[in-house]
C-alpha cells in the first residue's frame, strides 16, 4: 500500500524557521512528482510548493516563493520543505501528497496523500 507521512511541524514565532519532512513507501519515490498542501481553519486546501519527477522542475504559490524550498532525497525516500521567514498567514495543516509521472505544470491530480502535521506561526 501507498503511504505518506507528513512530520517536522510545530510552534513557531514569525521569522523563524520550520523544515517539514515527507517519508514514502509502497512505490518507487522517484517516479513521482510530490506537493505540499495546506489548509487553514475555514479555508480551502491550497498547493504550496510541488517538486516534478522531471528535470528538477518546481513550484511555489506566489505568497511563499523566495521564503520556501521544495528537495527530496529519492535514496532515502523522503521529501522536505523547508520554510523561512515563517508568517501567521502559513500557519495550517501542512500535507504531502504524491503523482505518478507526475509533473507540477500544468496542473494535475495528486494520487496519494499523506497525514498532515500542524505549523503554527504566533507571536
Known amino acids: 500500500e501507498v503511504q505518506l507521512q507528513a512530520s517536522g511541524g510545530g510552534s513557531v514565532h514569525p521569522g523563524e524557521s520550520l523544515t517539514l519532512s515527507c517519508t514514502v513507501s509502497?512505490?518507487?519515490?522517484?517516479?513521482?512528482?510530490i506537493g505540499w498542501f495546506r489548509q487553514a481553519p475555514g479555508k480551502e486546501r491550497e498547493e504550496v510548493a510541488c517538486?516534478?519527477?522531471?528535470?528538477?522542475?518546481?513550484y511555489y504559490k506566489d505568497s511563499v516563493e523566495g521564503r520556501f524550498t521544495i528537495s527530496r532525497n529519492n535514496a532515502k525516500r523522503t521529501a522536505y520543505l523547508q520554510m523561512n521567514s515563517l508568517k501567521p498567514e502559513d500557519s495550517a495543516v501542512y500535507y504531502c501528497a504524491a503523482k505518478v509521472f507526475g509533473v507540477c505544470r500544468p496542473p494535475g491530480p495528486y494520487t496519494d496523500w499523506g497525514q498532515g502535521t500542524q505549523v503554527t506561526v504566533s507571536s
Open positions: 517538486l516534478s519527477s522531471y528535470d528538477d522542475s518546481t
Open positions: 509502497g512505490f518507487t519515490f522517484d517516479d513521482y512528482g
